[in-house]
């Protein structure tokens, strides 16, 4: 494996986003596993737009074999649940048409290398029950469903030429490749002091910087896929973005400006260095709708289906103090990785404790929002 700490010029930190970022691992109290109910509700809303577009990619090519991939699958019980509804959803098809037997399903499974890969196959056996159990007395059976699990970085090649009818993916793309260049000076100094990601502050610099990473990256991503599906298949893509063309929205920055905060809070206690807060800098990007549209007429390769946002509300169940705490965890679940490894373990219990009491104060004062945008793509 590759260093985790990179230096440029022996003056500039370099995260290693591939060796480092993975959610919490296990199934412990602060695990993904146990923490990944917003996500869930995130996929839920998309469910329906995903299912209808395999089913369609499946009936418009009749394959012996359906090949799936979910890219930045995860682990816990979300990793399943989408690939669970796609097969269902083709059974039903094929269930209607009395002379048709189900396809075999090779499903592709992709994350980081760092991925708990281990806490999805645990669970394989009650993903088969659940299988065997919808498709009851069907003359077909359950569906003979091949799962394989593929670590790599989506921003690459993953897959064989040609070989898959269609993919998902779902709260990852958000995620860039690396911090995006051009948040230090030319001293190393960095330019977006006290801040993690862009902000009402940040100077031009910073989103500029990040715009230009996320081109690459998707831009990459686009290029990468076009290799791997068939003529005809299709992709649906989610991943957090704005409602707005500017940069700023406040839906998309909110949490990451309550982070900042808690960390101030920390340098006022003398728990963190505050140099360290500046150079903390997170590989992360939500684009607008526009800038999506720009990445795939650039690219060339898929025809834009639909895309559309949805907005998610974060303050689900009408306690704020029950809400602050899930959103808290989820975000401890997915940020942990990175925040030990820059910041050290020992300030993480610290730092979600005031985080907590951050989140839970705004969700007493108005309702928390989260903004996706859902893609759909065909191969041409």
């Not at 993480?348 to 929002?369: C, G, I, N, P, Q």
């Amino acid at each position: 494996m590759a260093s985790s700490l990179l230096h440029c010029s022996d003056k500039l930190p370099f995260m290693d986003v591939e060796a480092i970022l993975h959610m919490k691992e296990g199934l412990g109290e602060t695990s993904y596993a146990q923490n990944s109910s917003l996500q869930k509700r995130g996929m839920d809303t998309l469910k329906s737009l995903i299912t209808n577009a395999a089913t369609d990619v499946y009936i418009s090519q009749m394959p012996e074999r359906f090949t799936v991939a979910d890219l930045g699958c995860s682990s816990g019980p979300n990793a399943l649940c989408l690939v669970e509804a796609i097969v269902g959803s083709i059974g039903r098809v094929c269930g209607r048409r009395s002379s048709q037997p189900p396809p075999e399903f090779s499903v592709l499974l992709n994350d980081l290398p760092t991925n708990d890969f281990n806490t999805i196959f645990f669970s394989l056996p009650e993903f088969t029950d659940r299988l065997k159990a919808a498709a009851g007395s069907d003359e077909w059976g359950r569906p003979m469903v091949f799962l394989s699990g593929v670590p790599g970085s989506f921003y690459g090649r993953l897959f064989p030429r040609r070989s898959v009818h269609f993919i998902c993916s779902c709260s990852s793309l958000h995620w860039l490749s690396q911090v995006p260049p051009g948040l230090f000076d030319e001293a190393g100094r960095p330019v977006n002091k006290g801040k993690m990601y862009i902000s009402s502050t940040s100077p031009p610099a910073v989103p500029l910087a990040y715009l230009r990473q996320f081109q690459r990256d998707f831009g990459l991503f686009l290029k990468s896929r076009a290799a791997e599906v068939v003529p005809g298949g299709r992709m649906v893509l989610a991943m957090l973005g704005r409602q707005t063309e500017g940069y700023i929205d406040r839906r998309t920055t909110f949490l990451w400006e309550l982070l900042s905060e808690s960390f101030a809070a920390l340098v006022s206690q003398g728990l963190v260095e505050q140099d360290k807060v500046d150079a903390h800098n997170v590989p992360f990007y939500a684009p607008s709708i526009g800038e999506v549209e720009e990445e795939v007429r650039r690219e060339g390769s898929f025809r834009l289906d639909c895309v559309q946002t949805y907005e998610i509300s974060l303050s689900s169940s009408g306690d704020a103090k029950e809400d602050g705490r899930t959103v808290s965890m989820a975000i401890r679940a997915i940020q942990e990785s990175m925040l030990s490894h820059h910041f050290g373990p020992d300030v993480v219990d610290a730092l979600f404790h005031r985080y907590t009491e951050l989140v839970t104060e705004s969700m007493e004062r108005e309702e928390v929002k989260s903004v996706q945008i859902g893609v759909v793509l065909t191969r041409l």
